[in-house]
Structures are given as structure tokens and as C-alpha cells.
């Protein structure tokens, strides 16, 4: 099972940040989070990743709580081609490799 | 930007048949993936590959699935005898590193239908 909860859905007005919330509160202490999102039924295309610092890229920042057990994915200026549905994924470590357990994803309208 | 790209788009097999499916990776990428993701479902990993052989594979990839990297390009995932319920949306992904820090990058997907 995927080791992140989000909420199933979330509206925000173009050109206002949108901010997306993930909780993740089983994570252990070198787990990564990923953010990617889907757009219809495309593949899924990276956004952005952390471990405990906050990060910016320039799609996208990535707040994580100091205790890492939530984090928040932040679209600074929302487009209507931002509307997908996003997911957080926390890494499950495999044999060698890691593999990505996704969820079901929140997802987010962008309206004009 | 390098990219990962899938072939066929849409592949429409009847039930029984063999399919292939083809992915190109990203061309320094040393790690290789197959997900699956049935219409309006989760995205579902399959199976992950390195030097040649496969790291792990899921419940789903039982028997009826092989994956194999047949040059130094292509990576292909095929089903010998397709089932009514492997119609879905396969991506391919890869990445430079299986630990650490390296994230993933997904292809279009292969839309493969059973009839």
C-alpha cells in the first residue's frame, strides 16, 4: 500500500498559488518524497523530490515538516495547464532498486 | 531534453495473442521499469530491471509477463497469452541510479487493448 494519504481532490484560481498537502507520517528517516503529477492518461512526469530540506525547482517548492511526516507541494502561480491529478510517493526500497507505490493522487482543477 | 519514448501507442491484440511492447529509456540510464495502470485505476509497478536481470517484480507479473533488454537501446515488456484484464496503459520509466536520490522518468505509455 502506498505510505502517503492525500485529498482526493482541490480547486484554485489561475494564477494563485495552489497548495497541495501529503501525508506521510509512517516515512522512514532516508525515504525521499516524490511529487509527480498526470495529465488525462499520460505518464507521469516528475516534478520534484526531497528528504527533510525544502526545495524549489522551477516547477515547483516542496515544503516538508520538520518531523517529515507531511509535506506540501506549492505551484506558485497556478496555469489551467496545471490542472492533472498529483501525487506524493514516498520510495519502498526493493531488492537493489527502489519502486514507487502510487496512490490515488489529488486531483487539482485549475479555474479561470 | 532526453526522453523516454514507447512504441506502440495503441495496441489492440485479441485474447491469447502475444504483444510486445517496446521502450526506448533514456539513453545514460542504467535502471529500467514497467508500471501499468488500468483505466481509472492506480498506476501499478510491474517489475524493475538492472544489469540484465530483473531486481523485483510484483504479483502482477507472474509467468505470462517477460522483460528484456535485447540491445543497448530498447527495453520491451511482453505478455505470451493475453487476458481480457491486461487491457490498461503500460508506461516504461527509468533512471541514472536505483538508490539514492534518482528519480524516475515515465514514457507516454502504450494503450494496449484485448479483445
Not at chain 1, 23 to 49: A, C, D
Not at chain 1, 82 to 99: E, L, N, Q
Not at chain 2, 17 to 26: G, S, Y
Request: hydrophobic share 30%; glycine share 8%.
Amino acid at each position: 500500500d502506498a505510505k502517503t494519504t492525500q485529498p482526493p481532490s482541490m480547486d484554485c484560481a489561475e494564477g494563485r498559488a495552489a497548495n497541495l498537502p501529503c501525508n506521510h507520517s509512517t516515512i522512514s528517516g532516508n525515504e525521499y518524497v516524490y511529487w509527480y503529477r498526470q495529465i488525462h492518461s499520460q505518464g507521469p512526469q516528475y516534478i520534484i523530490h526531497g528528504l527533510k530540506n525544502n526545495e524549489t525547482n522551477e516547477m515547483a517548492s516542496l515544503i516538508i515538516t520538520e518531523d517529515r511526516k507531511s509535506s506540501t507541494l506549492i505551484l506558485p502561480h497556478a496555469t489551467l495547464r496545471d490542472t492533472a491529478v498529483y501525487y506524493c510517493i514516498v520510495r519502498v526500497a526493493g531488492s537493489g532498486t527502489y519502486k514507487y507505490i502510487f496512490g490515488t493522487g489529488t486531483r487539482l482543477k485549475v479555474l479561470a | 531534453e532526453p526522453e523516454v519514448t514507447q512504441t506502440p501507442s495503441h495496441q489492440v491484440t485479441q485474447m491469447g495473442q502475444e504483444v510486445i511492447l517496446r521502450c526506448v529509456p533514456i539513453s545514460n540510464h542504467l535502471y529500467f521499469y514497467w508500471y501499468r495502470q488500468i483505466l481509472g485505476q492506480k498506476v501499478e509497478f510491474l517489475v524493475s530491471f538492472y544489469n540484465n536481470e530483473i531486481s523485483e517484480k510484483s504479483e502482477i507479473f507472474d509467468d505470462q509477463f517477460s522483460v528484456e533488454r535485447p540491445d543497448g537501446s530498447n527495453f520491451t515488456l511482453k505478455i505470451r497469452s493475453t487476458k481480457l484484464e491486461d487491457s490498461a496503459m503500460y508506461f516504461c520509466a527509468s533512471s541514472a541510479g536505483g538508490t539514492g536520490a534518482y528519480e524516475q522518468y515515465f514514457g507516454p505509455g502504450t494503450r494496449l487493448t484485448v479483445t
